[in-house]
C-alpha cells in the first residue's frame, strides 16, 4: 500500500485484526494493535471489540480485562459490545455468577458511564443461568423481559425452552410454547424441534408425534431435524420398525437422510445386536454416497466390543490410522472399497472417543495391561487423555481392590488439568468401602463439597453399602438425613439396602419407619411391599407380614416377589388357622392366580380338627383353580429369602408333585384324593403332570 502511495488507516488494520481474530490468533492482532499506536493510528472501539471478544472467546479473560483499562486510556469508553464479549466468555466458562455481577452493574450503575444491556445482554444471561440449572434466577430474568416487550424476542423464547427442557421440565415448556403463541410470537421450526427433542429424549414419542402434528398445521415443514429427533427417540426405546417407518415418511417428504441421521441407526441395530442389517445399512450408506465418519466406525468398534469382538475391534481401529473408514472391510465383507476418495476415507482417523471405547472394553474383559497399552499408543498420537479415560482405570482399579493404583491414575489425572467427576468420586468411595476406609469416604465427600460438586443418589448409595456392610448400620440414617437436607431424593435401592441391614440387626421398628418415609418419597411399588413382607416373614415377625401383605392385596400388586405360601404355612405353625384361612380367602376373593400349594398347609390342618366340610371345600377350589390354569406363572426376580430358605414339607415343588408325595401330609393328601373320587371319571385331567407355563417357572 505505501509504494502505491496509499497509507493504512484505522479501517485496513481493522479487517486484518478481525482476520486474525477469526483464525483464533487473537495474539496476532494484539501485535497489529501495537503497530497502529506506533504508526499514530488510534484504534477505535471496533478493533478493540474484535480482539476482547477474541481473547474471551480463547478464554483468556485476563488479556481480554487488560484491553479494557487500555481503551479507557485512549480515551474510548467500552460499550455493550465490550460488555457482552465479557459476560459471554464468563458464562461459557461457568462462571454465571460473576457474569451476573456485570450484567447488575450494566442495569443500576449509570454513575459509572456503563452501557445500559440490550437484547443480546438479557439472552447471554438467560442461557447462561439455563446451562447451569439456575432456573429460578432464569425465571426472574425471563419475567422482568416479558414486562419490557422489546427485550423477549423470538431467540429468548428458544433459549428459554431450550433451559427448561435440558432440566426436565416438560410441562414448563409446553405453557412456554402456548405462551408464545397467545402473545403473537410464532414458534419457528428450531422452537418446535426443541421441544420435539425433550420430549423424544424423555420417551414421550406420542407427545412428540403431536408436536409434528403442530408443526404441519401451523404452516412450517418438518425438517431433517425434526425427522431425525424423532427417529433417534424410537431409536433409543429399541423400536426399529417405528425409526424405519420415519425414515421412509421423511424420505417421501423431501428430505434426505444424512450421516447423522444413519449413525443414529446403525447405533440401534448394533445395540440390539441387528449385525446383519447393520452391515446392510453400511453398505447402502456407501452406495448412496453419504460420508462414513469417524463417529460411523466408532459406533462399529462399540458394536463390536459389546457383541464380544474385541480383537475385531481393535484391528479395525488400527487399520484406521492407515485406510480410514476403509478399514470397516476388515468386517469380513464387501466394504474392504467402501469410501472411493482415499482422501477423504484418511481424514477418518480413530479419536478419542474411539481409544476411550477399546479402553473401556479392555478394563471390563479384565485386560488391564492391553489397556495400559493403548492408553500410552493414544499418548504416541498426541491423542491427550479425558476424564472419562481416567475415569475407566479409576473405576476397574477400585473394583479390584486396588486403590493405590486408582489414586495414582488420579494424581496423573490431575496432572493432566482433568476435573475429578461424580463418577470419580462414586468409583473411590466404592473402592474405600471395600477396604474399610470409612474415615477416608467422609473426606472424600467433605471435598466434593468444597470443589461444588453435589454428591448425586449412586454416592450417597455407595456409602451406606459401605457402612452396612462394615456393621456401621446406625450411622446410615444421618447419611439418609443428609441426602434429605441436601434435596436429593433416595431412590428404591437406598431403601432396600437400609431395610435389609436394619432387619438383619433384629430393628424391626426402626425397619418399618424407613418403609414409611420409603413410601412417601418413592411411591407405593411392589419392590417396597415384597421387600418389607420378606424381611419381616424371615425376622418371625408374622403379624406385621400379614398387615404389609393385605395392603399389598388391596393395592393389586402382582405376587412374584411375596413369599406368601411361607406366611399361610407359618401361621397354621402357630395355630393360627383362621388366619391363614382367611388370607386363601382374601386371595380368592381378590381374583389372584396363586399357586395352589399354598392349600396345603390350611386343608391339612382343617383335616386334623375335624374340620372335614371345609377342608373338602378347599380342596376342591384347589383343583378347580388348577383345572381353570388359574396359578401363578409369573416372576420378575427370584427373591433373595427363596434362594436362602429352607425347604418345609411342603417345600417349594410345585403342586402337583406334593399331590403325588407321601411325605406325611397324610390328611390333606386323602382329602384331595377323596375330592378328586367325588369329581367323577376322568375330570382332572390338570393333575397329569404335563408341561405348563406353571412347571416352566418352577
Same mark, same amino acid.
Given at each position: 500500500?505505501?509504494?502505491?502511495?496509499?497509507?493504512?488507516? /484505522?479501517? !485496513?488494520? #481493522?479487517?486484518?485484526?478481525?482476520?486474525?481474530?477469526?483464525?483464533?490468533?487473537?495474539?496476532?492482532?494484539? /501485535?497489529?494493535?501495537?503497530?497502529?499506536?506506533?504508526?499514530?493510528? +488510534?484504534?477505535?472501539?471496533?478493533?478493540?471489540?474484535?480482539?476482547?471478544?477474541?481473547?474471551?472467546?480463547?478464554?483468556?479473560?485476563?488479556?481480554?480485562?487488560?484491553?479494557?483499562?487500555?481503551?479507557?486510556?485512549?480515551?474510548? =469508553?467500552?460499550?455493550?459490545?465490550? @460488555?457482552?464479549?465479557?459476560?459471554?466468555?464468563?458464562?461459557?466458562?461457568?462462571?454465571?455468577?460473576?457474569?451476573?455481577?456485570?450484567?447488575?452493574?450494566?442495569?443500576?450503575?449509570?454513575?459509572?458511564?456503563?452501557?445500559?444491556?440490550?437484547?443480546?445482554?438479557?439472552?447471554?444471561?438467560?442461557?447462561?443461568?439455563?446451562?447451569? #440449572?439456575? +432456573?429460578?434466577?432464569?425465571?426472574?430474568?425471563?419475567?422482568?423481559?416479558?414486562?419490557?416487550?422489546?427485550?423477549?424476542?423470538?431467540?429468548?423464547?428458544?433459549?428459554?425452552?431450550? *433451559?427448561?427442557?435440558?432440566?426436565?421440565?416438560?410441562?414448563?415448556?409446553?405453557?412456554?410454547?402456548?405462551?408464545?403463541?397467545?402473545?403473537?410470537?410464532?414458534?419457528?421450526?428450531?422452537?418446535?424441534?426443541?421441544?420435539?427433542?425433550?420430549?423424544?429424549? &424423555?420417551?414421550?414419542?406420542?407427545?412428540?408425534?403431536?408436536?409434528?402434528?403442530?408443526?404441519?398445521?401451523?404452516?412450517?415443514?418438518?425438517?431433517?431435524?425434526?425427522? !431425525?429427533? +424423532?427417529?433417534?427417540?424410537?431409536?433409543?426405546?429399541?423400536?426399529?420398525?417405528?425409526?424405519?417407518?420415519? +425414515?421412509?415418511?421423511?424420505?417421501?417428504?423431501?428430505?434426505?437422510?444424512?450421516?447423522?441421521?444413519?449413525?443414529?441407526?446403525?447405533?440401534?441395530?448394533?445395540?440390539?445386536?441387528?449385525?446383519?442389517?447393520?452391515? /446392510?445399512?453400511?453398505?447402502?450408506?456407501?452406495?448412496?454416497?453419504?460420508?462414513?465418519?469417524?463417529?460411523?466406525?466408532?459406533?462399529?468398534?462399540?458394536?463390536?466390543?459389546?457383541?464380544?469382538?474385541?480383537?475385531?475391534?481393535?484391528?479395525?481401529?488400527?487399520?484406521?490410522?492407515?485406510?480410514?473408514?476403509?478399514?470397516?472391510?476388515?468386517?469380513?465383507?464387501? =466394504?474392504?472399497?467402501?469410501?472411493?476418495?482415499?482422501?477423504?476415507?484418511?481424514?477418518?482417523?480413530?479419536?478419542?472417543?474411539?481409544?476411550?471405547?477399546?479402553?473401556?472394553?479392555?478394563?471390563?474383559? *479384565?485386560?488391564?495391561?492391553?489397556? $495400559?497399552?493403548?492408553?500410552?499408543?493414544?499418548? #504416541?498420537?498426541?491423542?491427550?487423555?479425558?476424564?472419562?479415560?481416567?475415569?475407566?482405570?479409576?473405576?476397574?482399579?477400585?473394583?479390584?481392590?486396588?486403590?493405590?493404583?486408582? =489414586?495414582?491414575?488420579?494424581?496423573?489425572?490431575?496432572?493432566?488439568?482433568?476435573?475429578?467427576?461424580?463418577?470419580?468420586?462414586?468409583?473411590?468411595?466404592?473402592?474405600?468401602?471395600? $477396604? &474399610?476406609?470409612?474415615?477416608?469416604?467422609?473426606?472424600?465427600?467433605?471435598?466434593?463439597?468444597?470443589?461444588?460438586?453435589?454428591?448425586?443418589?449412586?454416592?450417597?448409595?455407595?456409602?451406606?453399602?459401605?457402612?452396612?456392610?462394615?456393621?456401621?448400620?446406625?450411622?446410615?440414617?444421618?447419611?439418609?438425613?443428609?441426602?434429605?437436607?441436601?434435596?436429593?431424593?433416595?431412590? %428404591?435401592?437406598?431403601?432396600?439396602?437400609?431395610?435389609?441391614?436394619?432387619?438383619?440387626?433384629?430393628?424391626?421398628?426402626?425397619?418399618?419407619?424407613? =418403609? /414409611?418415609?420409603?413410601?412417601?418419597?418413592?411411591?407405593?411399588?411392589?419392590?417396597?411391599?415384597?421387600?418389607?413382607?420378606?424381611?419381616?416373614?424371615?425376622?418371625?415377625?408374622?403379624?406385621?407380614?400379614?398387615?404389609?401383605?393385605?395392603?399389598?392385596?388391596?393395592?393389586?400388586?402382582?405376587?412374584?416377589?411375596?413369599?406368601?405360601?411361607?406366611?399361610?404355612?407359618?401361621?397354621?405353625?402357630?395355630?393360627?388357622?383362621?388366619?391363614?384361612?382367611?388370607?386363601?380367602?382374601?386371595?380368592?376373593?381378590?381374583?389372584?392366580? @396363586?399357586?395352589?400349594?399354598?392349600?396345603?398347609?390350611?386343608?391339612?390342618?382343617?383335616?386334623?380338627?375335624?374340620?372335614?366340610?371345609?377342608?373338602?371345600?378347599?380342596?376342591?377350589?384347589?383343583?378347580?383353580?388348577?383345572?381353570?390354569?388359574?396359578?401363578? &406363572?409369573? %416372576?420378575?426376580? $427370584?427373591?433373595?429369602?427363596?434362594?436362602?430358605?429352607?425347604?418345609?414339607?411342603?417345600?417349594?415343588?410345585?403342586?402337583?408333585?406334593?399331590?403325588?408325595?407321601?411325605?406325611?401330609?397324610?390328611?390333606?393328601?386323602?382329602?384331595?384324593?377323596?375330592?378328586?373320587?367325588?369329581?367323577?371319571?376322568?375330570?382332572?385331567?390338570?393333575?397329569?403332570?404335563?408341561?405348563?407355563?406353571?412347571?416352566?417357572?418352577?
Amino acid at each position: 500500500m505505501p509504494e502505491k502511495g496509499c497509507l493504512p488507516n /484505522e479501517f !485496513s488494520f #481493522g479487517i486484518l485484526v478481525r482476520g486474525y481474530c477469526r483464525f483464533g490468533l487473537a495474539n496476532k492482532g494484539l /501485535e497489529l494493535l501495537d503497530e497502529m499506536r506506533s504508526s499514530g493510528i +488510534l484504534p477505535n472501539r471496533v478493533v478493540y471489540n474484535t480482539l476482547i471478544s477474541s481473547f474471551c472467546k480463547e478464554g483468556k479473560t485476563g488479556d481480554a480485562e487488560k484491553l479494557v483499562e487500555r481503551m479507557r486510556e485512549d480515551g474510548l =469508553f467500552p460499550d455493550v459490545v465490550t @460488555f457482552n464479549a465479557r459476560i459471554s466468555a464468563l458464562c461459557s466458562a461457568g462462571k454465571v455468577l460473576e457474569a451476573s455481577r456485570i450484567f447488575r452493574d450494566m442495569q443500576i450503575d449509570e454513575a459509572l458511564g456503563l452501557p445500559r444491556p440490550n437484547v443480546i445482554t438479557y439472552n447471554l444471561m438467560l442461557e447462561g443461568f439455563c446451562k447451569q #440449572g439456575m +432456573l429460578v434466577e432464569a425465571k426472574a430474568l425471563v419475567e422482568s423481559m416479558e414486562k419490557n416487550g422489546d427485550l423477549m424476542n423470538l431467540d429468548s423464547y428458544n433459549i428459554w425452552l431450550l *433451559g427448561l427442557l435440558r432440566n426436565a421440565k416438560l410441562v414448563e415448556a409446553q405453557l412456554v410454547l402456548e405462551d408464545m403463541v397467545d402473545k403473537g410470537v410464532e414458534p419457528n421450526i428450531y422452537s418446535y424441534n426443541i421441544v420435539m427433542d425433550g420430549l423424544c429424549k &424423555n420417551g414421550m414419542l406420542s407427545d412428540a408425534r403431536m408436536v409434528m402434528g403442530f408443526i404441519v398445521r401451523s404452516g412450517l415443514s418438518p425438517d431433517t431435524v425434526t425427522y !431425525s429427533t +424423532l427417529l433417534h427417540g424410537y431409536c433409543r426405546k429399541g423400536k426399529l420398525s417405528e425409526a424405519n417407518a420415519i +425414515l421412509n415418511e421423511m424420505m417421501r417428504s423431501g428430505y434426505v437422510p444424512n450421516t447423522y441421521t444413519c449413525n443414529i441407526l446403525l447405533h440401534s441395530l448394533w445395540k440390539e445386536g441387528k449385525i446383519l442389517e447393520a452391515e /446392510e445399512l453400511l453398505q447402502k450408506m456407501n452406495e448412496k454416497g453419504y460420508g462414513v465418519d469417524t463417529v460411523t466406525c466408532n459406533i462399529v468398534i462399540d458394536g463390536l466390543c459389546k457383541s464380544g469382538k474385541l480383537d475385531k475391534a481393535m484391528e479395525i481401529a488400527h487399520e484406521m490410522w492407515t485406510h480410514g473408514s476403509a478399514a470397516l472391510g476388515n468386517l469380513g465383507n464387501s =466394504f474392504i472399497g467402501l469410501v472411493d476418495d482415499v482422501s477423504r476415507s484418511m481424514r477418518c482417523i480413530p479419536d478419542l472417543v474411539t481409544y476411550s471405547i477399546i479402553i473401556s472394553a479392555l478394563c471390563k474383559a *479384565g485386560k488391564i495391561d492391553e489397556a $495400559k497399552k493403548k492408553f500410552r499408543e493414544m499418548m #504416541g498420537k498426541n491423542l491427550q487423555p479425558d476424564a472419562v479415560i481416567f475415569d475407566t482405570f479409576i473405576h476397574i482399579f477400585c473394583k479390584e481392590g486396588k486403590i493405590s493404583s486408582a =489414586f495414582r491414575v488420579l494424581k496423573d489425572m490431575e496432572k493432566k488439568g482433568c476435573n475429578k467427576s461424580v463418577q470419580t468420586y462414586n468409583s473411590l468411595i466404592l473402592g474405600l468401602g471395600s $477396604k &474399610n476406609k470409612i474415615f477416608e469416604i467422609y473426606g472424600l465427600v467433605d471435598e466434593m463439597r468444597e470443589r461444588g460438586i453435589t454428591p448425586n443418589v449412586c454416592i450417597y448409595n455407595n456409602i451406606i453399602q459401605s457402612l452396612c456392610k462394615n456393621g456401621k448400620i446406625q450411622d446410615t440414617t444421618s447419611i439418609l438425613d443428609d441426602m434429605l437436607q441436601m434435596g436429593i431424593n433416595p431412590n %428404591i435401592s437406598t431403601f432396600r439396602m437400609l431395610i435389609e441391614a436394619f432387619c438383619k440387626a433384629s430393628d424391626f421398628g426402626v425397619a418399618k419407619e424407613l =418403609f /414409611e418415609i420409603g413410601l412417601s418419597i418413592c411411591g407405593h411399588k411392589e419392590a417396597f411391599y415384597s421387600l418389607m413382607f420378606n424381611e419381616l416373614l424371615s425376622g418371625g415377625q408374622l403379624s406385621e407380614a400379614k398387615v404389609i401383605f393385605e395392603a399389598a392385596l388391596d393395592r393389586s400388586f402382582h405376587l412374584g416377589n411375596f413369599l406368601y405360601k411361607d406366611l399361610i404355612e407359618k401361621l397354621c405353625k402357630d395355630g393360627k388357622l383362621e388366619e391363614a384361612s382367611g388370607i386363601l380367602h382374601k386371595l380368592i376373593i381378590k381374583g389372584y392366580k @396363586f399357586d395352589p400349594a399354598s392349600f396345603m398347609p390350611v386343608v391339612d390342618d382343617l383335616g386334623k380338627r375335624g374340620n372335614k366340610h371345609e377342608a373338602d371345600e378347599l380342596a376342591e377350589k384347589m383343583l378347580e383353580m388348577a383345572s381353570d390354569g388359574r396359578v401363578e &406363572n409369573k %416372576i420378575s426376580r $427370584k427373591p433373595k429369602a427363596l434362594i436362602h430358605r429352607k425347604e418345609t414339607k411342603y417345600g417349594v415343588d410345585d403342586w402337583q408333585t406334593i399331590v403325588h408325595r407321601d411325605d406325611g401330609s397324610g390328611i390333606a393328601l386323602k382329602t384331595l384324593k377323596r375330592v378328586q373320587k367325588g369329581w367323577g371319571q376322568g375330570s382332572t385331567p390338570s393333575l397329569q403332570t404335563e408341561k405348563t407355563e406353571f412347571l416352566d417357572y418352577w
